[in-house]
């Protein structure tokens, strides 16, 4: 497994990343990227860190040390330890870090025994597993198609689309672009493949592929997001922008122009029936929501710590509408908690051994956590209130001696002193009101796909796995008590034939 030390090496390999109209040197040490670099570095260190590496990690089938959710899960046991050891490098970054290396082993980590499922390149399935296993690289993913023209058919689109223009004896061309691969600057792979049915029309099979491309390859662009860490670094200091300056994990559109891909790194190739259905079909969906689930629990107990010093330095705790308002983001952090561990306990069988956690629970997951963190937001907004803009511009405002003591009298809150509050309320700020914060509010709000699909998602699974029709039959069950000339059912009594005695 990589150190911190040589993960932020292997970045130093030619990758090509262009911010504001300028191609990036080096990720590592450019003020845009460089923090965020150390906060994953930090975690791979945590991996050999004898305080937190039994937690994090054990030994694969095949001999090699891993964090433990990379590792096929075979037992109810193996989820809930792979659930801490997600929770562990989640609270590294407070929850504010989403695509984190292991996000990713929600596919890496049923390779193994999925192999079946990638007809004709199983193979390829169990060396990416072991490699993924032994190594823990870093893999973005882009499954989404640009937005150039949604009201157009996909065949008139197809040109934006990653297809296949050309095969050699050892491998594949690809061209197109992808979105959005949040912190690909940062990664060492990005993994490609279709989410929802795609077809071009005219037996055109040229985008059905899945498959991973080094983020050096030639060919490779990545054209990043603006960076709120550059822009905390221009505009502030950490006292200012404590999250942004850190944990920005940016998030760029992927171009590759007439990209060499090996057959070794082929999932499918020209297969519409696995491409389409990869999704579904790969057991990657309830890994990603478990992996999802427990770091937006996480992030929900920093955000509710930081809800509760807020009002208690602002004497407001103990009003009956905040400690309402409180109860609710408790409310929905115990929830998301009750959602992951349930996905770890109740888990269903999966092919080849492997254990999957409960569909149901990260069905309903996918469907609540857009909108639990609109409300978690909204209650800040009306909790913490005016206190949010008034706020001095910056730290440096502190070190002037003529407006520090207008500061140390105006600013200061309840037991708790000027520069302690407006440290902590800036804090509060950079989570829902910084560019880093809106664009966490919109990452919350679709990072389980389109919001009306999750939806019909979770519906289409209750249909498919006959719990629906299990439902009508428990509402047929009390409909069968009765009809127009009374009970139908013994047990009950027919009032219509009943006699009262006063």
């Given at each position: ?28 040490t450019?003020p ?8 994953y ?6 991996l ?7 937690i994090?990690?054990?030994?694969t ?29 989640a ?6 870090m ?14 193994n ?12 399935a ?16 882009t499954?989404?198609?640009?937005q ?25 061309i690809?061209?197109?672009?992808k ?19 795609k077809?071009?029309?005219?037996g ?12 050096n390859?030639e060919?490779?662009?990545?054209i990043s ?8 670094h ?10 942004s300056s ?9 171009v590759?122009?007439?990209v060499?891909i ?10 519409v ?36 010093k ?5 004497g ?8 309402s ?21 109740d ?8 254990v ?44 002037n ?12 809150g ?22 880093f914060?809106?664009?966490h ?13 999750i ?6 699974h ?8 299990q439902?009508i039959?428990?509402v ?5 008590d009765y ?6 059912n ?13």
């Amino acid at each position: 497994m990589y150190t911190g030390k040589e993960y932020l090496e292997s970045l130093n390999d030619g990758r090509v990343v262009y911010l504001n109209g300028e191609r990036i040197k080096d990720v590592t040490t450019h003020p845009a990227y460089r923090n965020a670099a150390r906060s994953y570095a930090r975690m791979y260190d945590a991996l050999h860190d004898p305080a937190t590496r039994d937690i994090l990690t054990a030994t694969t089938e095949f001999g090699d040390r891993t964090h433990k959710f990379f590792k096929t899960p075979t037992s109810a046991q193996d989820l809930l330890e792979a659930r801490d050891a997600i929770a562990e490098w989640a609270k590294l970054s407070y929850g504010f870090m989403g695509r984190t290396p292991d996000y990713k082993a929600a596919f890496t980590g049923s390779l193994n025994a999925f192999s079946h499922f990638y007809e004709g390149f199983e193979d390829n399935a169990k060396a990416w597993y072991k490699k993924a296993t032994k190594e823990l690289p870093f893999i973005n993913h882009t499954i989404i198609n640009p937005q150039v023209d949604r009201s157009k058919p996909l065949h008139e689109n197809k040109d934006v689309f990653v297809r296949a223009v050309k095969e050699r004896d050892d491998g594949i061309i690809v061209s197109g672009a992808k979105m959005v691969g949040t912190a690909s600057a940062l990664t060492h792979y990005n993994f490609v493949a279709n989410y929802g049915p795609k077809d071009l029309g005219g037996g055109d099979d040229s985008h059905a592929l899945i498959f991973f491309v080094p983020m050096n390859a030639e060919g490779v662009s990545m054209i990043s997001r603006q960076s709120y860490e550059l822009n905390a670094h221009q505009n502030g200091t950490p006292f200012d922008y404590p999250l942004s300056s850190r944990f920005d994990e940016n998030d760029a559109v992927i171009v590759l122009d007439n990209v060499f891909i090996p057959w070794e790194n082929v999932l499918a190739y020209r297969n519409v029936e696995v491409s389409n259905n990869f999704v579904t079909g790969s057991g990657f969906v309830p890994r990603f929501t478990f992996h999802g689930c427990t770091r937006l629990a996480v992030k929900l107990d920093f955000m509710t710590g930081l809800l509760l010093k807020a009002t208690e330095g602002a004497g407001t705790k103990n009003f009956r509408g905040v400690q309402s308002k409180i109860g609710e983001v408790v409310a929905l952090r115990n929830m998301f908690w009750g959602l992951s561990t349930a996905m770890a306990t109740d888990p269903e069988p999966g092919p080849n051994g492997l254990v999957i956690p409960n569909s149901y629970s990260s069905a309903a997951y996918r469907a609540l956590a857009p909108g639990a963190w609109v409300k978690v937001k909204n209650i800040f907004e009306q909790v913490v209130a005016g206190g949010l803009i008034q706020l001095p511009s910056s730290s440096k405002d502190f070190l002037n001696e003529d407006l520090r003591p207008y500061l140390d009298t105006y600013y200061r809150g309840t037991g708790i002193g000027a520069e302690e509050r407006v440290k902590l309320l800036k804090m509060v700020w950079d989570t829902i009101g910084t560019e880093f914060g809106g664009r966490h509010e919109l990452y919350e709000v679709n990072y389980a796909g389109n919001h009306e699909n999750i939806n019909m998602e979770a519906l289409f699974h209750f249909e498919a796995t006959g719990a629906a029709e299990q439902q009508i039959k428990f509402v047929d069950s009390a409909l069968d008590d009765y009809d127009l000339h009374g009970w139908t059912n013994s047990t009950w009594a027919d009032a219509s034939k009943s006699v009262i005695k006063s």
